[in-house]
Structures are given as C-alpha cells and as structure tokens.
C-alpha cells in the first residue's frame, strides 16, 4: 500500500474543510486583538497568520496545500512562543527565529597538553577544533570562519581546511599570513589576534532536501601558563558540543559547565544548545606533589 511523504498531521490540516475552519479561526482572533485587552496581544499575529496561509492554501491543489499547511504550523508556533512572557523577551524570540539560518553542529575541541623544555611556568596546547555548519534557510548564505587568540599566548596557527561543496585548504605560511591585529594601538604581546578563513557560500535549502552544510577545521597552539584556563566561545547557535583532552599525570583538569556526560577518560559531550555568546571553559593545574 502506498505510504504519503507527509506526515499526517500536514494531511489533516491540508483538507479544505480544516483549512475554512483556520480561515474564521484567524479572522475571530484578529478581531479579538483589537477588542480586548493586553493579554490579547499575542493573538494578532497569530490570527494573521492563520488568515493568509489559510486563504492561500484553499486555492491550490494537492502537494502545494500540504506545504502551505507546513508553513501554517510554523507561523502558529512562532506566534504562540513565549507569548506570556515580557514584549521585549518575545520580540527578541521573534527576530531569533527569523535571523537564525546558519547554526554550528558536533563542536568538538580537543586539547594536548605538553611539557616545555626548560620552562616549568608555561605550556605548550595543541588544539584541534572541528565542527559543521548547516544552513537552515532557503536562500544561499555566506560563510567565513573566524578564530582570534590573544597574543599573550603566542598562537601558532597550522591549518584551516573547508570540508563541502566548496573545499578550501589554508595552511603554514599562507594561513599565517592572514593572521592581523585587532587592536593596533595597544603594545605588541597585549593584544588579540584574528585570522579570518575564505568567504564560501552555502547553499539555501531547496524543499524537503537535507539543508546544505560544510564541515571546518583549525589546527593551532598556543602557549599558556603551566596553571590556567581557556575558553570554548560559541560565535553562533551551536548544537551539541564534544572536548577531549590529553595531560599528562603531573596535571589536574576541570570542565564547566558541569551538567554534560563524561564519555570514558577525559572525554566530556554536552547534548544541548549553546547560545550566541555562551561559554565552555576548562582549567588545568598542577597536582600536589605527594
């Protein structure tokens, strides 16, 4: 027996008569917008969207109804999202929902600590960092990755390699030379380095397609005090993040936040979203001598 590519739940809202029944729906909870009181407002949206995809989608046939009922789906929940919550904590859902089309997946970070030779105040960190960008949207999006390091820390950067559609490889010299200053004035060894990759473009999503992605990832080290922290700082969305470490006996490692599954030996995955901004930060010390 044939089996239909929509989920049901699109098949029903899809019949003509479901769809009449959204269209009054709409024009009964626009008109309540206007007519009660503040905690209505949530409503206008919401009855606006059930108007326009609900009439749209009465004079069309078959296939395009489904996906003109998709779309109905989507708008309600972002209409609903939030909707008890202050107006400037669900306008700033609001623009989220409509800004977010590149988001970062399977972030994993891996650390090497080892000894340098006659310096027992500092530390050599190779640092392997790999993650992918998918976009969501329909329409083709830009895509340049960016990695900044204090100079402080001496950064050393190896390699950045695109993994896609459009393959780019940068490494040594060449991606050394990209690597500028972004604050001219403060003195040398003060201030904050920043490479910044090829600009690529990442396909827009066509239907129900798999969106398009790309795979990156950076080589580099840095030289960092024998006791310190470093962090992991999500530029973008980013769903699920994974850190591997390697020290030697002589050092102790600490992780936060603290809520992820430890995987083995020194091995943490985080299931859960990062937000823009948001922060993994990690700690090494030296062990008490026994």
Not at 132 to 141: I, L, M, P, S, T
Not at 196 to 209: F, M, N, R, S
Request: glycine fraction near 8%; proline fraction near 6%; charge should be negative.
């Amino acid at each position: 027996m044939a089996r239909s590519e929509h989920p049901k739940y699109l098949e029903v809202l899809g019949q003509p008569t479901v769809l009449l029944a959204l269209l009054v729906l709409g024009a009964v909870m626009s008109w309540s917008a206007h007519v009660g009181n503040e905690g209505y407002g949530f409503m206008e949206p919401l009855g606006h969207a059930l108007l326009i995809a609900a009439f749209l989608a009465l004079t069309v046939e078959g296939t395009i109804r489904v996906r003109f009922a998709r779309e109905v789906s989507k708008d309600v929940a972002g209409a609903l999202m939030g909707y008890r919550l202050p107006v400037e904590l669900q306008d700033h859902i609001r623009d989220s929902m409509r800004a977010v089309n590149l988001v970062l997946a399977d972030y994993r970070t891996e650390f090497r600590f080892s000894a340098i030779p006659s310096d027992v105040t500092r530390i050599a960190v190779d640092v392997r960092t790999e993650f992918r960008v998918v976009n969501y949207g329909k329409e083709d999006a830009p895509y340049q990755s960016v990695l900044q390091a204090e100079e402080l820390h001496a950064p050393r950067f190896h390699s950045l390699n695109y993994l896609g559609p459009e393959s780019r490889s940068l490494e040594g010299e060449s991606l050394q030379k990209r690597v500028k200053r972004e604050q001219p004035e403060v003195p040398d060894g003060q201030g904050v380095s920043r490479v910044e990759g090829p600009e690529i473009t990442i396909a827009g999503q066509v239907g129900d397609d798999p969106p398009a992605e790309v795979s990156v990832v950076w080589r580099y080290t840095l030289i960092m005090p024998a006791e310190g922290t470093e962090v992991i700082y999500f530029g973008r969305h980013t769903i699920g993040a994974e850190v591997r470490a390697e020290w030697g006996e002589d050092l102790g490692f600490w992780i936060s936040p603290d809520k992820c599954r430890e995987d083995g030996v020194r091995h943490w995955r985080f299931h859960r979203l990062f937000l823009p901004a948001q922060q993994i930060r990690i700690r090494w010390f030296r062990k008490p001598q026994a």
